[in-house]
């Protein structure tokens, strides 16, 4: 990644939230919650908008 990407506060809040999303959805899934698929479209949502703005960002 470039150092314009990684300075930027959106993409890197958006990456480090999809991961604990995704940690989320693996503890529920351990416990039998089934809130679990929610947590993990959640975090590919997340995921596709961060990767979509450090794309502009890299464009520019």
């Given at each position: ?34 809130y679990w698929?929610f947590f ?17 960002i890299m464009?520019?």
């Amino acid at each position: 990644m470039n150092v314009k990407v990684l300075q930027d506060i959106k993409v890197v809040s958006g990456l480090i939230s999809s991961i604990i999303l995704s940690g989320i959805a693996i503890v529920l899934a351990l416990y039998n919650i089934s809130y679990w698929v929610f947590f993990v479209v959640v975090s590919w949502v997340v995921l596709f908008l961060s990767a979509h703005r450090a794309d502009k960002i890299m464009k520019n």
